[in-house]
């Protein structure tokens, strides 16, 4: 057993300072209204370990705090993150969920937003997108939850028309007659995550315009 020098609650902070003769626990006030533990009382194995869990939760969760603070991040890359740091499973996993249920982390708004900024400023098609996103740290479910959505949302025009504009920008001499510019060409937009159905319709179409 260990002796509880002290306790000092930071009300302001939700926070308690458990301070026994060999060491200090600061945990949330939460944590500190289960343990059962009290000013001047001696703290038993149960205790001390629940102590030690709930220090290295709390410990966890300024740490997200910290990386949060920079930028969103999705929840895969946050959990690497902590881990590289040291925290254990458990409490990442403890810290990942008071920050979903408070509303820090929300992956499918953040996956929508950065699909939707890529499909935008770096005009790729789908399966580059899918690519982009799991690289980003956005677990597979979620990205073809939120792809699904945006294709549901895209007109096959305006597919062909983002093609159309990589075409004349990348490729703008192209001609349906042209066999190693047109493999060029169809090799330059599958990277960039389009479909052979519908790249071959684009290049297709320009004999025709």
Known sequence: MEATYSVKLYKADGEA??????NKYRITM?????????????VDETSLAFLEAAAEKLACIKKAFVYLS???????????????AGFGED?????IQLLLKKGYL??????NDVALSLQRSKLYGFSRLKKELYAKGFDTECIDSVLDSLEDCTEEDTTQSVI??????KFP?????????R?????YLYRMGYSYDDINNAISALGRD
């Open 164 to 169: 159309n504009a990589l075409l004349a920008k």
């Open 183 to 187: 493999a060029k060409a169809v090799s």
């Open 106 to 111: 929300d992956d499918y708004a953040l996956c």
């Open 91 to 95: 409490a990442i996993e403890k810290c």
């Open 173 to 181: 001499s192209l001609s349906p007659d042209d066999r190693e510019g």
């Open 70 to 84: 920079y930028r969103a991040l999705p929840i895969r890359k946050l959990k690497t993150k902590l881990k590289t």
């Open 17 to 22: 300072l458990v301070s026994t003769n060999d």
């Open 30 to 42: 939460a944590d500190y209204l289960c343990s059962g533990v009290e000013d001047g009382a001696f």
